[in-house]
């Protein structure tokens, strides 16, 4: 079967992958670029484990033929962490304990990203519906959303010193 | 995975090319959030497929009294208007916010019950749909459209290439009962469109979700409380006539006896809901 070459921005970087057809964005991002935040959680958009930024908006990763993503910007978790220390919904989650096991974490973070960059002060109501395409487990998602609410606090606080 | 090409065309004619030259054969994908599930599970194991991503089919626009929607403009872009109210709130209820990111229009009329809740709204706004072949286009109302569990009038060398909404008075409620509030596949989903006129229904389409194969109107139901002014015996007429006529199912979501039970309840609430003390109220726009 013939290879392709695709090529798309990811973090800000031009990369090329060489792929069988209709390789998942998931697979390609996990597995030859070493971006392993994204899940290989339920490979049917159900858990969004795998949720990346795709020219901003939130998409399921495994649902994505990499071929779909060529020219378009690419942001995982990885692209969202500084080179030093903590993005401030890193931050965020870590103080909330908004995790438990860890593994939706990345999605959950990726989703709150772009939500903060859509909307910079959600109502509670508005945090809810955006996380509603992420599972977790263990935590019952109060913490997640209270992370996320004191992100939004963080963020406002900052602006009003700046 | 098993697919030697995957093919992005850039145009409806080379899209129409691509299904001329692969036939049945071709896979034709537009969001993904349908397919793609099938193909990472190995259920669907497709040797040559075309997603519609590129292929110019995204725009949406009003001309005159109608709203025209490229079959793969995404579900979160219905968000994003308020020509249509209902189908904003059909969109607001189905999914999640990444799968709305992905999912289209076109996509959701070849959603499988209990999904497809956008297709329901569209079924009772009157939609009609432009399939596009060799030998031009043809429109096909939506109630024609489906023609059983995942068959449609489309013939296989036809695609799909856009949905039009006539923008009319009326009144309208769209209801949607899951398991959870949010994120979740309907054990029934119910979209009403009415006619007033002196407070008296002129005229009534009330659609069904996850309620049959396909969506579908719900004729009885219809007939029942058209003349009416929506007094509670002509609204609880329309609710049994919906859960009698209406081809309920089993499935992960809910049985055949409790869907039934429910297609009559959020009948009833959603026709209710739009009997005020006056008779029914004229919505803004359809």
Redesign the interface.
């Known amino acids: 079967?013939?290879k392709?070459i695709v090529t798309f921005e990811l973090a800000g970087r031009d990369v090329d992958v060489m792929v069988?057809?209709?390789?998942?964005l998931q697979s390609v991002l996990r597995n030859q670029l070493g971006h392993t935040a994204v899940k290989d959680g339920c490979?049917?958009?159900?858990c969004?484990s795998c949720?990346v930024l795709?020219d901003g908006?939130?998409?399921?990763s495994?649902?994505?033929?990499v071929?779909?993503v060529a020219g378009r910007s690419v942001i995982t978790l990885e692209g969202i962490t500084p080179t030093d220390g903590l993005h401030p919904i890193q931050q965020a989650f870590l103080d909330a304990n908004g995790y438990q096991c860890g593994y939706c974490t990345p999605g959950m973070i990726v989703?709150a990203k772009?939500l903060l960059d859509h909307n910079p002060s959600p109502s509670r109501d508005e945090v809810?519906?955006?996380l509603?395409?992420?599972v977790c487990r263990c935590t019952g998602y109060l913490p997640i959303i209270e992370a996320i609410e004191s992100a939004v606090r963080a963020a406002g606080q900052q602006e009003a010193r700046a | 995975?098993t697919?030697?090409?995957?093919f992005?065309p850039d145009s409806v004619p080379e899209a129409l090319g691509l299904l001329e030259t692969h036939g049945s054969s071709l896979l034709v994908m537009a969001?993904?959030?349908v397919a793609?599930?099938l193909?990472?599970?190995g259920i669907s194991l497709p040797g040559v497929?075309m997603?519609l991503?590129r292929a110019g089919l995204d725009r949406i626009e009003r001309v005159g009294a109608e709203l025209r929607i490229g079959a793969t403009v995404t579900l979160?872009r219905l968000l994003d208007q308020d020509t249509v109210p209902m189908l904003r709130q059909a969109a607001g209820r189905t999914?999640?916010?990444?799968?709305r990111?992905?999912g289209t229009v076109g996509g959701n009329l070849f959603t499988p019950p209990p999904g497809g809740d956008v297709a329901v709204a569209l079924l009772a706004l009157d939609a009609r749909v432009t399939l596009t072949g060799p030998r031009g286009d043809r429109t096909v109302p939506l109630s024609e459209f489906w023609t059983g569990f995942m068959t449609s009038d489309l013939r296989p060398d036809e695609l799909l290439t856009s949905i039009t909404v006539p923008i009319e008075p009326g009144a309208t409620t769209f209801v949607k009962f899951g398991r959870k509030h949010?994120?979740t596949p309907a054990v029934v989903t119910v979209a009403v469109h009415l006619a007033v006129q002196g407070g008296t229904v002129t005229g009534a389409r009330i659609a069904l979700g996850a309620a049959g194969p396909h969506p579908m109107r719900a004729p009885g139901a219809e007939a029942a409380i058209t003349g009416s002014a929506l007094e509670p015996e002509a609204v609880g007429e329309a609710a049994a006539a919906a859960a009698r006529e209406c081809q309920a199912f089993t499935d992960g979501v809910a049985s055949e006896w409790y869907r039934r039970r429910m297609v009559g309840v959020f009948v009833l609430r959603a026709l209710t809901e739009l009997a005020q003390p006056a008779g029914p109220a004229i919505g803004g726009g359809a």
């Open positions: 079967m013939d392709v069988s057809p209709m390789t998942t490979r049917q958009g159900g969004g949720t795709v908006e939130p998409m399921m495994c649902l994505l033929p071929e779909d989703v772009a809810v519906d955006a509603s395409g992420n | 995975m697919v030697t090409s995957y992005l969001g993904g959030t793609m599930p193909i990472n599970e497929v997603g991503r979160t999914a999640s916010w990444s799968i990111n992905m949010a994120n």
